[in-house]
């Protein structure tokens, strides 16, 4: 009499082999399939059916070349080989094309199944590693914009620097020449005080990146932090010739805001549409109250942001590719922007119809909750 332990766990003698090859087959954390000598599947396992898309027990019988035409084609060879009782491992294939309009990365193997010396199938194992190769290529272009960062940095530092050590040499050489001193005197504050933003910039990035920015809230008015910022960029606005607009409701903008922070931050999204705009351009900058926020939009007649490069403007060390400005800034001021707006709780957003169509950011601020439940004025 079979003992009751291998009646409650399914041990026993007569169960064991069908009842461990489905548990091996089902707890495979790879994708498994055995095939017969002319490539029909004859078993598979539930992660190379979500592999292929086709339910695990719709494979029975029907070819691998059917059923992933991809992952044949790519295994095909190894699969020969196996036939001749030769097993091929650890090959990688790229892109596989797995269902319409899904490449995947794929590490597989293929090994002969003997009955005696016969060979009976192929055993084909499948590791899908579309995850890990995207996690290499990511670091990949982390690197590269880390050193095209490093770079313009460089080359921001030298713009900064050559001038000053001009200016000082004029003051060496002509202490007499009062006008020529005092001209020298403002190249040398403006150059510091560049120098002094950036350098502002780039240990913001480092504090918001290791969570050490602290804001000072307070209730601000949202309109005096943007007239704030337009002042800061005024001077950017004027050397361009650009006409800049400020439309605002009638009500008052309550925020609960570190009203510095807020205006670094606009002061950096103004500062981008001027940079990004052709002179003579116009920027308009336009606030809208929606039931639990204030949507700030900053819009110019710029050069635009090509598609490929939107999801990624408020990369950090994106430096905008393909923005037709090169050398010319950091490429941190958007990624300032979004950090801030996000430690006050909001979003911000980038928009383009494409190069040449301008571009729009939506900042939405929140509205206290006391302002957000009260009637507008």
Avoid at 47 to 67: F, K, N, T, W, Y
Avoid at 243 to 270: M, Y
Avoid at 358 to 370: A, E, L, M
Wanted: glycine content about 8%; aromatic content about 4%; proline content about 6%.
């Amino acid at each position: 009499m079979r003992d009751a332990r291998d009646e409650a766990t399914g041990t026993g003698a007569e169960a064991a082999p069908a009842a461990l090859l489905e548990a091996l087959l089902a707890g495979a954390p790879l994708g498994l399939a055995f095939l017969d000598p002319d490539g029909r599947v004859l078993r598979a396992n539930a992660l190379l059916a979500s592999l292929d898309g086709i339910p695990v027990d719709q494979h029975g019988g029907r070819p691998l070349a059917e059923l992933a035409p991809g992952l044949w084609e790519a295994v095909q060879p190894a699969f020969r080989a196996a036939c001749q009782g030769r097993a091929t491992l650890n090959q990688e294939h790229r892109a596989v094309a797995m269902r319409p309009e899904r490449l995947r990365d794929l590490v597989a193997g293929t090994y002969p199944v003997h009955e005696g010396r016969a060979v009976v199938g192929v055993g084909l194992v499948v590791l899908d590693v579309t995850p890990m190769r995207q996690v290499e290529e990511a670091l990949r272009s982390s690197d590269r914009s880390k050193d095209a960062f490093l770079a313009t940095l460089g080359h921001e530092l030298r713009n900064l620097l050559a001038p000053l050590r001009n200016a000082f040499e004029v003051v060496q050489l002509a202490q007499d020449d009062t006008l020529l001193v005092e001209r020298s005197h403002r190249l040398i504050e403006r150059q510091i005080s560049h120098m002094t933003r950036l350098v502002d910039d780039l240990l913001d990035v480092s504090r918001i990146g290791s969570g050490k920015l602290s804001l000072r809230v307070e209730r601000t008015d949202l309109a005096q932090v943007l007239a704030r910022a337009l002042d800061n960029s005024r001077p950017h606005a004027e050397r361009a010739g650009h006409a800049v607009h400020l439309s605002l409701p009638s009500e008052p903008l309550w925020v609960d805001a570190d009203p510095e922070r807020l205006a670094q931050a606009f002061t950096n999204l103004f500062n981008n549409a001027c940079k990004y705009t052709e002179p003579n351009g116009r920027i308009g900058v336009d606030v809208e109250r929606e039931e639990l926020h204030y949507v700030v939009s900053v819009a110019d007649t710029g050069i635009g942001i090509p598609a490929d490069v939107l999801p990624r403007v408020f990369d950090l060390f994106s430096q905008e590719e393909g923005r037709g400005r090169a050398h010319d800034g950091l490429g941190i001021g958007l990624t300032l922007v979004r950090s801030i707006v996000e430690l006050h709780g909001g979003v911000v957003e980038a928009h383009s119809d494409g190069p040449g169509k301008g571009s729009t950011f939506r900042v939405r601020v929140p509205i206290p909750p006391d302002r957000a439940a009260a009637p507008p004025g």
